[in-house]
């Protein structure tokens, strides 16, 4: 009999355990998570006041670099005519032409921790057009530089899409087009938005900010649950004004949805803002300038997976792809708030809501703990071996396992109060 009483009492502790309502209780008064976000804010600025940004030039490395800068229109069209005039000259003196392009391959890439972010060395290879390998390559560059070069002289904007229906028949696909896009970026020594060239809308902010895009003024607060589409071209915004005490940068629509729809950012001050999944340029460019002008600290909302990890360390530390690129397109300091592997049993997150890992997830955890940027933070590599040895991941939508407002209502407040980021 006694032992069925202990049995009984042992069932119940456990259920008390993992009550939502367990972690609910813990919660202080709002007004008290305010006072700590306010210190984080005032810390956050007074590190940004005090920092002096740090740029390549500055570093007594022993490998030489590339990096781009904002050009003008005409700066382009300069360098394009130049480049163009260079092959002439050499197709005259019958040498035939050849693009000298930068490398943007692995192995010519290097994370710089002192800058935390990753840069591209400066090696080229030869595009020659009287070679078989790359004779398309080399047509493609040229029609390239010739459709960036009237965009110069008109004076407008294209879609990436735009650009490849140009030529639907020598492009073939859209992400040959946009490789070499990438690839003139590097030989101009320009940043991929002075071509002109954008992305389609995909980014999108709500909450409090104000800010200009291209003259008209804009107040997050009152744009809706859907909130402001984040423009493509970031030289139309400017006057951003805030009372936010931070930014809650998220990876998902269906997280940033229930933010938006319960106004979370009312409750904290904050602006949300998503790229909906993987990074665009134009959401990478804006998070950097809300934190450069604002002064803001950054928090980050992402799965519990290794790809959740990757889109983070892409808006902190940059992307291989893009590294020619790097100081524009990252943002420093950003803090990792959640999901987290050691959330899942922290929060008492179901079985049911957590998904087993592929062979491809743990190869992909595994190849991220090799990476620099991830070393640098002790953090992020306990929490990495975390998921790795557990083999398990979740989405952000497992909180709702607990009720669809446990997110806003007690996930999220508890964190902050807790200071619980890495």
Not at 21 to 32: E, G, T, V
Request: proline letters at 5%.
């Amino acid at each position: 009999m006694a032992d069925k009483k202990k049995r009984r009492r042992a069932a119940t502790d456990s259920d008390s355990e993992s009550d939502p309502l367990l972690f609910k209780s813990k919660l202080k008064p709002d007004s008290s998570i305010l006072q700590t976000l306010k210190v984080l804010k005032s810390s956050s600025a007074t590190a940004s006041a005090a920092a002096k940004p740090l740029a390549l030039s500055d570093l007594n490395l022993s490998t030489a670099f590339r990096e781009v800068t904002d050009l003008p229109l005409t700066s382009v069209q300069s360098t394009i005519e130049s480049v163009i005039l260079s092959l002439a000259h050499s197709i005259l003196a019958g040498n035939g032409f050849s693009f000298s392009v930068p490398s943007r391959a692995a192995a010519n890439q290097l994370y710089v921790p002192e800058l935390d972010r990753i840069v591209l060395k400066d090696k080229s290879s030869a595009r020659p057009f009287a070679n078989v390998s790359s004779v398309r390559k080399a047509t493609i560059t040229t029609r390239i530089l010739q459709l960036i070069h009237q965009l110069c002289l008109k004076n407008i904007h294209v879609t990436k899409r735009d650009l490849f229906y140009t030529d639907v028949k020598l492009f073939q696909d859209q992400s040959q087009s946009d490789a070499i896009l990438d690839d003139v970026s590097c030989i101009l020594g320009c940043t991929r938005s002075s071509l002109n060239v954008v992305a389609a809308e995909k980014g999108v902010v709500v909450g409090r900010i104000i800010f200009s895009d291209n003259g008209d003024m804009i107040d997050c607060t009152k744009m809706g649950i859907g909130g402001k589409a984040i423009p493509p071209n970031i030289d139309r915004v400017g006057d951003m004004q805030s009372d936010a005490l931070f930014i809650l940068l998220v990876e998902k629509d269906a997280a940033y949805m229930r933010l938006a729809e319960d106004r979370f950012y009312n409750r904290f001050p904050c602006i949300i803002v998503t790229a909906k999944g993987q990074p665009d340029v134009a959401t990478r460019l804006f998070l950097r300038k809300m934190k450069m002008e604002l002064k803001l600290p950054v928090l980050a909302l992402v799965d519990s997976d290794p790809y959740g990890l990757k889109i983070l360390s892409v808006y902190g530390c940059g992307s291989k792809n893009m590294s020619y690129d790097s100081a524009n397109l990252t943002t420093p300091d950003i803090k990792w708030l959640g999901v987290r592997p050691s959330d899942l049993d922290k929060y008492k997150i179901p079985e049911q809501c957590r998904l087993p890992m592929t062979e491809q997830d743990i190869k992909t955890g595994k190849d991220l703990l090799e990476e620099d940027f991830v070393k640098k933070n002790p953090g992020w590599v306990e929490e990495l071996n975390i998921m790795v040895k557990s083999k398990q991941k979740a989405e952000i939508q497992a909180l709702s396992s607990f009720g669809f407002q446990y997110l806003t209502e007690v996930y999220l407040p508890l964190k902050l109060q807790q200071k619980d980021w890495l």
